[in-house]
């Protein structure tokens, strides 16, 4: 059964760091893997899809690689926000969706 | 373009009733999905549907049915609530079912069985 690890399961930084966000899966046999974010009472924004044959995805001031070999993800976000606090959600595609429990982060002014 | 939408937003459940939790999406997507998120936890899949009158089980079915009339229209039916079926539910669907197209979420119905 797949397996996805999230860590760490919070973070708080100051205004402008670069962070990074870390998503783990035990089987690298995926078809893809999306991160999403979730804000409180909210529903789910996909940020970026990689599919499994990529290393790499970017959006604006997000960047998300994948190593399937070693089954693992980094999410890096640049120059951070306070709007950028959320919980950023990690998920690994086989039949279905299988995700992380997420990573609460808070970017303080 | 709505995207994809869910009804009611918020439902407090006696233990034993019914109810019914309204999905649809305007995308012409075959695949839509049902989750539950626990506190804590990550979101699992419930149900989902490859196209109209197709549905599988998925994660965690017990205590929901489905059913997938239309394309746009995908119900999640609870019969008999019970506590432990207090949750956030969320609806999504894709274009494919391989991957190479995002999952899009609806806002989300917060039930609460008391």
């Known amino acids: 059964k797949q397996e996805v690890t999230q860590i760490p399961a919070a973070l708080s930084v100051p205004e402008g760091e670069n962070l990074v966000l870390n998503c783990s899966f035990t089987d690298s046999a995926i078809y893809n893997l999306q991160w999403f974010r979730q804000d409180p009472g909210k529903g789910l924004t996909s940020l970026l899809l990689?599919?499994?044959?990529?290393r790499e995805q970017t959006s604006g001031r997000l960047n998300a690689s994948l190593d399937k070999s070693s089954g693992r993800s980094t999410l890096y976000i640049a120059a951070s926000q306070p709007g950028d606090s959320a919980t950023y959600l990690c998920?690994?595609?086989?039949?279905?969706?299988?995700f992380g429990k997420g990573t609460s982060l808070l970017v303080t002014p | 373009n709505a995207g994809v939408t869910q009804t009611p937003k918020f439902r407090i459940l006696k233990i034993g009733q019914s109810m019914t939790l309204q999905c649809a999406q305007d995308m012409n997507h075959n695949y839509m999905y049902w989750y539950r998120q626990d506190p804590g936890m990550g979101l699992k899949l419930i149900y989902y549907s490859v196209g109209a009158g197709i549905t599988d089980k998925g994660e965690v079915p017990n205590g929901y049915n489905v059913s997938r009339s239309t394309t746009e229209d995908f119900p999640l039916r609870l019969e008999l609530a019970a506590p432990s079926q207090t949750s956030v539910y969320f609806c999504?669907?894709?274009?494919?079912?391989?991957?190479?197209?995002?999952?899009?979420f609806g806002p989300g119905t917060r039930l609460t069985v008391t």
């Open positions: 990689i599919q499994s044959s990529q």
């Open positions: 999504a669907s894709s274009y494919d079912g391989r991957g190479l197209y995002e999952q899009y």
């Open positions: 998920a690994v595609k086989v039949d279905a969706l299988n």
